[in-house]
């Protein structure tokens, strides 16, 4: 079985685990379709790639990954709680392809579905807890959940901002996703780490490692934005140009075009009436100006001092599991 092959395999088995408990939490009431409108993402797929990092932290540093699971539910359930406003802050239709929660169920019901899930991720670290967690890891897991919120959601602003501000740097867009993407990372490496009892320097070294992780997975995720077809990347090829959003490859690009191209640019960037040529002029554009191949190099650069925290932790499995994520993820086409 070749790597991908078996990484896919142990995200799969977590996978069932996770959902099974989330699944439990979510078990509908009244009004059954605010339980069905929260649900609906989630049941939708997803690669849980947050909840195995979770297990595969608390296991790196000796600890019991069944006792997690409820904290690798509640990031899921967090993480999903995101994408559900994010789509109505975007107005995106798409979503794992499938029409957008605010689509499927009006807007006013997806606000009220992701205000559910995220009281629903205190709840599962509460409530739901295991008798053998103690308050203080509990609290500290409030904590660590709590930042990484607050993060994303400054994140998730100047990602929004950004479409209307002139001049992005590269520094702007690294710390925007650090807060959009590299927070959450970072906290479910570190709840893994807390719930699996790890010392203060492990679980720092995990944060590090989840952290730097999180920001090459959005790089790729904005590489394969524009790069990917739209039925293996699940919403529609080019939405981020429409946006107008300022990714590390539009900064790239907007730095080294000619003023004789970039018309071609700003007839697509921000319109959401651009057509699906001007579209696709500008992706070929931003790919002959080495854009995307500048995105990939430093991609690369967060892989690396990733991979270099991980080193910090004793050999066992999960660490190789770990290396094998980063790996996995950054190497995906969707």
């Known amino acids: 079985m070749s790597n991908e092959n078996d990484i896919k395999k142990k995200l799969s088995d977590n996978a069932i685990k996770v959902d099974k408990f989330i699944d439990s939490i979510l078990t509908p009431k009244r009004p059954e379709i605010l339980y069905n409108a929260s649900k609906y993402l989630i049941s939708a797929g997803g690669k849980r790639l947050r909840p195995f990092l979770t297990l595969k932290s608390c296991e790196a540093v000796g600890g019991d990954p069944d006792l997690a699971i409820p904290f690798a539910g509640a990031l899921e359930i967090l993480h999903n709680f995101t994408l559900v406003h994010d789509d109505i802050l975007d107005n995106d239709p798409i979503r794992r392809g499938n029409p957008s929660v605010h689509i ?10 992701g205000d559910l899930l995220f009281a629903k991720v205190f709840e599962a670290m509460t409530i739901y807890s295991p008798k053998k967690i103690n308050n203080k890891q509990i609290r500290k897991s409030i ?45 479910c490496a570190e709840i893994g780490g807390t719930i699996g009892k790890g010392k203060k320097s492990q679980i720092k070294a995990l944060g590090k490692f989840a952290y730097n992780a999180g920001i090459a997975f959005q790089i790729v995720d904005d590489i394969l934005g524009l790069t990917a077809d739209e039925k293996t990347l699940g919403k529609p090829t080019g939405s981020d140009i429409r946006e107008g959003k300022k990714t590390i490859i539009i900064i790239h690009a907007m730095s080294k075009i000619s003023k004789k191209d970039l018309r071609i640019i700003r007839t697509a960037l921000g319109n959401h009436r651009a057509s699906k040529s001007d579209i696709e002029n500008s ?7 080495g854009s995307i191949e500048y995105a990939s ?7 690396s001092t990733a991979k270099k925290q991980l080193k910090k932790l004793p050999d066992s499995e999960s660490k190789k599991d770990l290396n094998e994520l980063i790996d996995y993820f950054t190497k995906r086409n969707y």
């Open 283 to 289: 992706i070929e554009l931003i790919k002959n100006l």
């Open 104 to 113: 499927k169920f009006g807007v006013p019901l997806a606000i009220c579905a």
């Open 143 to 187: 904590e660590i959940a709590s930042k990484a919120t607050i993060e994303i959601c400054e994140g998730q602003v100047l990602d929004v901002t950004f479409a209307d501000t002139e001049k992005v740097s590269e520094e702007d867009y690294i710390f925007m996703v650090s807060g959009k993407t590299g927070a959450l990372f970072r906290a």
């Open 297 to 303: 190099k430093r991609a690369d650069k967060y892989i």
